[in-house]
């Protein structure tokens, strides 16, 4: 059971440190979540069958790592009932900082009895600073390494100067989605479905979706009177290309897709063309690489 115990453990810190450092919206990401989980709720249950005999065991220093080390399991099984929401951040960095912490020390001990950094009661409390030390450079290189890179690889930035005309907006006259600003990596469409699912939203976030169903961004498309009425003027005068302009903030769904290459009137009764700018567009413009497109547009500075 010890054994167990040691593998959970091992387990847990070795997860925890993946989460923490690459917060990605991926299916390994989310499989860890799950693999953490398992693993906290195992190594809680084992520790109740072993904790009487290692704390028989323990020196003083070990003692304290595996009292924060309960603490951290019982702030862990707390945080599977609550979840974590931004009003629980304070549970979850306690369960971090306590887990950190106890491993730390309890580590330390485990190197002393293998004949490392020996030499008494000093020695000790040496080794277990050197090991705190040691876990909290890790921990700090593991936050830099979830902000400043991932921030970086993710912001959206506009031109530091203005074009000088039209065809030097986006990828020029000969970009899809021309004179509209927006681009994707490799000009590729995105599936109009995919901009089309904000009520998938609605069951987590009931407020912000009945807010946004009477908003300015849900009527931007073609369920607005005043746009429709104005594109449908605008290509039946000048024709269908230079309403795209238009499209690069108005029309995700339908420009994205490559739907807005068509006449208006043929899909503006769509589910694309009434899906205004959902919760799907606002994620993609923020941070989300959509088949490795990363979507800039003129919707961005109007949005956000």
Known sequence: MRRLTRILLAALFLSAAYLFAWPTA???????????????????????????????????????????LVLGAITGAVLIYTGTPHSKWNLLYTHIGACLAGGSLVLSEWIGKRGYLR?????????????LAIAGGVAAGAYWLRTVP???????????????????EGDGPGGPFFPSSAQTAGAEHIPASYFTESDSCQRCHADIYNEWQGSAHHFSSFNNAWY???????QDTVGIKPSKWCAGCHDPALLYS????????????????QAGLGCLISNTLRCIDWRRAKILGCAVSTIF
């Open 258 to 273: 490559g739907m807005f290459d068509r006449p208006i009137r043929e899909v503006e009764d769509t589910p694309a063309g």
């Open 26 to 68: 991926t299916v390994p990401y989310f499989a860890t979540v799950i693999l953490h989980l398992i693993a906290g709720v195992l190594f809680l249950c084992a520790l109740i069958f072993v904790f009487g005999a290692i704390w028989r065991e323990a020196t003083p220093i070990s003692r304290i790592g595996w009292i924060l």
């Open 119 to 131: 030499g008494g009661a000093l020695a000790g409390v040496l080794r277990a600073a050197l090991v």
């Open 228 to 234: 429709r009425k104005s594109i449908e003027y605008m």
């Open 150 to 168: 991932w921030e970086r690889a993710n912001r959206i930035e506009n031109p530091p100067i203005a074009p000088e005309n039209m065809n030097d």
